[in-house]
């Protein structure tokens, strides 16, 4: 029943940026975060950003940190990485995340997952 969708993907060059949007509908629990990863073919899914819905916390890994920002409209229950500077490394599917407990960087520890959506960064 939750469902967690994100959008806004897509293929673009080195140096340019893009918007990642997520929309979570179905929650029945109170929610303490939220969070991007991401999955390259042939690697783990990697930690990227987490955010603590009700404060605004903010989270990032070193690779991205800078870089990127993990924002959230908390009228419209959408969930946002703006991602600048955009690099050929993180060419990745990138997917959203939710969970109960903010602080947490492994995948395993998240319960709730979007579907991903591509993105490629041509060099």
Known sequence: ????????GGLVQAGDSLRLSCA????????????????????EREFVAAISWSAGDTDYADSVKGRFTIYRDNAKNRMYLQMNSLKPEDTAVYYCTADTVYGRRRANDYSYWGQGTQVTVAS
């Open 24 to 43: 979570a509908s179905g929650l029945t629990f109170r929610w303490l975060a939220m969070g991007w990863f991401r999955q390259a073919p042939g690697k």
């Open 1 to 8: 029943q939750v469902q967690l969708v994100e959008s806004g």
